[in-house]
Nanobody, 119 residues
């Protein structure tokens, strides 16, 4: 089992910045990819950014050039630096950890942290 604890959400004006943090505990040696998803009201949860253990990264097109994901394997942590925030970035952001288990990977989720961007 993997437990994830997020922090860093809040209210910010458009154009501002926030940094989200997520720390994993439990069976952390099994984790490969860690990332951030978000879910806005009435919308499906979507991938924002992810990073593998070797720091290969992937970003949603909507956040490329504005958001940066990073991992600190020594601290079992993943971070999301969000710059130039837009009102459409408003959502609950969830930390995700994926364990490559055959045949289907196991996904673990944090409790979510609210990010609200005012115009």
């Amino acid at each position: 089992q993997v437990q994830l604890v997020e922090s860093g959400g809040g209210l910010v004006q458009a154009g501002g910045s926030l940094r989200l943090s997520c720390v994993a505990s439990g069976s952390i040696f099994r984790i490969d990819t860690m990332g951030w998803y978000r879910q806005a009201p009435g919308k499906q949860r979507e991938l924002v950014a992810s990073a593998t253990r070797t720091s290969s990264t992937n970003y949603a097109d909507s956040v490329k050039g504005r958001f940066t994901i990073s991992r600190d394997n020594a601290k079992n942590a993943v971070y999301l630096q969000m710059n130039s925030l837009k009102p459409e970035d408003t959502a609950v952001y969830y930390c995700n950890a994926r364990v490559p288990v055959y045949p289907t990977p196991s996904d673990y989720w944090g409790q979510g942290t609210q990010v609200t961007v005012s115009s």
